[in-house]
């Protein structure tokens, strides 16, 4: 007897096996092998050795007025977000597992599950729904498996207009979300860590929304930028300076912070973006220029020009009434935490974004860093500062005194002692 509990559900890699799987559709689906150009991933469902069926995932349909008043979507972000979804063009369960309870079911669930990673392995791009057609004239096909494995039917489809004139007739439309975010995110004006694949997502929903960096004021980003001098040799300087910077910035507002993912970043972008930036628009940095000209550039000076800039694009006066102090160690500096860089944030709560960053030791070493930046930071006047529990020492909280503010820690009230 058949345990479903053991099934597996693999993308297929061996060309055999696709040969395989191809002809198992040919000769068990009503419809046949759907030969198709593009993106496509095939998955066999076996029990020990034995084949149990084969699953093809397409890409989705260009329109579909179900999904689109699901998801919200407009014209637009249809156009650019239609990558994120998918349609399982076709599912066979051999005839010899008919029978079988929960069997179809549990094969769509598993396949399901994987759908996303194994797109984003294979393509670059995550994947946050996916789609089909359920045919009631065939077989009389109701789609019960499919809403075992939580897909939901949306109403019969219009009918297909083929290129000959000749209209197919409707089908029941499914739909899956691949994740409780995946409509909010498929809609949002703002890219979402569901749709970049470079950041996880955070069950706060306010800190799952990635800047689109590509359209942000260049003029305004370089002309801030321009205060930094450039460190390179005059001689052997490939890429201008204030293009490829600014290109670096943002692709980490964008949420790539590794020198791959910059750079791939980078070379994502089509040229005409690249070209805005000031960088032509067939010359693409590597990794090793990427890390070559950030690690050469002073990140203090970076670090304060990218602050009074970010501080401007909020407008801080209007909004920043919450600054925590967190000490930070980058731990790429060292192969242990005592070679580690470290620094101390003041982090703007309501912003997200650090907007004073200060070299400093880790121990004693931070807590007087703490005692130096209140009493500098001129942007901590009058403000609620939140601090660990190491910064709550005698001189610490002078400092805080003397600039009249609320104070308060992460576990307790700051009280002189």
Same mark, same amino acid.
């Given at each position: 007897?058949?345990?479903?509990?053991?099934?597996?559900?693999?993308?297929i890699?061996?060309?055999?096996e696709?040969?395989?799987?191809?002809?198992?559709?040919?000769?068990h689906h009503?419809?046949? =092998?759907?030969r198709l150009?593009?993106?496509?991933?095939?998955y066999?469902?076996k029990?020990?050795?034995?084949?149990?069926?084969?699953?093809f995932?397409?890409?989705?349909?260009?329109?579909?007025k179900?999904?689109?008043?699901?998801?919200g979507?407009?014209?637009i972000?249809?156009?650019e977000?239609?990558?994120?979804?998918v349609?399982n063009?076709r599912?066979v369960?051999?005839?010899?597992?008919?029978?079988?309870?929960?069997l179809?079911?549990k094969?769509?669930?598993?396949?399901?599950?994987?759908?996303?990673?194994?797109?984003? =392995?294979?393509?670059?791009?995550?994947?946050?729904?996916?789609?089909t057609?359920?045919d009631?004239?065939?077989?009389?096909?109701?789609?019960?498996?499919?809403?075992?494995?939580g897909w939901?039917?949306?109403?019969?489809?219009?009918g297909?207009?083929?290129?000959n004139?000749?209209?197919?007739h409707?089908?029941?439309?499914?739909l899956?979300?691949?994740?409780?975010?995946?409509?909010?995110a498929? /809609?949002?004006d703002?890219?979402?860590?569901?749709?970049t694949?470079v950041?996880?997502?955070s069950?706060k929903s306010?800190?799952n929304?990635?800047?689109?960096a590509?359209?942000?004021?260049?003029?305004?980003?370089q002309?801030a930028?321009?205060?930094i001098p450039?460190?390179r040799?005059k001689?052997?300087?490939?890429y201008?300076?204030?293009?490829?910077?600014?290109?670096c910035?943002?692709?980490?507002l964008?949420?790539y912070?590794?020198?791959?993912?910059?750079?791939?970043?980078i070379?994502?972008?089509?040229?005409?973006? /690249?070209v805005k930036?000031?960088?032509g628009?067939?010359?693409?940095?590597?990794?090793?220029?990427?890390?070559?000209f950030?690690?050469? #550039?002073?990140?203090?000076k970076?670090?304060?020009?990218?602050?009074?800039?970010?501080?401007?694009?909020?407008k801080?006066e209007?909004?920043? =009434?919450?600054?925590?102090?967190d000490?930070?160690?980058?731990t790429?500096?060292?192969?242990?935490?005592g070679?580690?860089?470290?620094?101390l944030?003041v982090?703007?709560? =309501?912003?997200?974004i650090?907007?004073n960053?200060?070299?400093?030791?880790g121990?004693s070493g931070e807590?007087k860093?703490?005692?130096?930046?209140?009493k500098?930071d001129a942007?901590?006047?009058?403000?609620i #500062?939140?601090?660990?529990? #190491?910064h709550?020492e005698?001189?610490?909280i002078?400092?805080?005194?003397?600039?009249?503010? /609320?104070?308060?820690?992460?576990?307790?009230?700051?009280?002189?002692?």
């Amino acid at each position: 007897m058949l345990d479903i509990s053991k099934v597996k559900v693999e993308p297929i890699t061996d060309y055999f096996e696709r040969e395989f799987a191809g002809d198992l559709v040919s000769r068990h689906h009503p419809l046949g =092998e759907k030969r198709l150009k593009g993106r496509r991933l095939v998955y066999s469902a076996k029990y020990k050795d034995d084949w149990l069926g084969v699953l093809f995932f397409d890409q989705s349909v260009n329109r579909n007025k179900h999904r689109e008043s699901k998801i919200g979507w407009n014209d637009i972000q249809r156009k650019e977000r239609l990558k994120h979804v998918v349609n399982n063009s076709r599912f066979v369960v051999l005839s010899g597992c008919a029978g079988i309870k929960n069997l179809a079911s549990k094969i769509l669930s598993l396949a399901t599950n994987r759908l996303s990673s194994d797109w984003e =392995e294979r393509y670059g791009i995550p994947l946050l729904a996916v789609e089909t057609y359920v045919d009631p004239a065939q077989n009389n096909n109701r789609g019960s498996c499919y809403e075992a494995a939580g897909w939901k039917n949306l109403g019969y489809s219009s009918g297909f207009e083929m290129v000959n004139g000749e209209r197919t007739h409707s089908k029941w439309y499914y739909l899956k979300a691949l994740h409780k975010d995946s409509y909010a995110a498929l /809609r949002a004006d703002v890219p979402h860590a569901l749709t970049t694949g470079v950041k996880s997502v955070s069950g706060k929903s306010n800190n799952n929304y990635v800047l689109d960096a590509a359209k942000l004021d260049l003029k305004g980003l370089q002309s801030a930028l321009s205060k930094i001098p450039d460190p390179r040799k005059k001689h052997g300087q490939r890429y201008k300076f204030l293009p490829l910077l600014s290109l670096c910035v943002a692709a980490v507002l964008s949420g790539y912070t590794q020198y791959r993912q910059i750079a791939d970043w980078i070379s994502k972008l089509p040229p005409e973006t /690249r070209v805005k930036f000031g960088l032509g628009g067939d010359r693409v940095p590597t990794e090793s220029t990427v890390a070559k000209f950030i690690s050469k #550039i002073d990140p203090e000076k970076l670090q304060a020009v990218l602050t009074d800039w970010l501080l401007k694009t909020y407008k801080k006066e209007l909004k920043m =009434e919450v600054l925590a102090l967190d000490g930070k160690a980058i731990t790429a500096t060292g192969s242990s935490a005592g070679k580690q860089v470290k620094h101390l944030n003041v982090f703007a709560s =309501e912003l997200g974004i650090v907007i004073n960053q200060v070299p400093t030791k880790g121990g004693s070493g931070e807590n007087k860093t703490a005692q130096k930046v209140v009493k500098n930071d001129a942007n901590l006047s009058n403000k609620i #500062i939140l601090a660990d529990a #190491i910064h709550t020492e005698k001189e610490f909280i002078k400092e805080v005194q003397k600039k009249t503010l /609320r104070t308060s820690s992460l576990s307790k009230v700051i009280r002189q002692s």
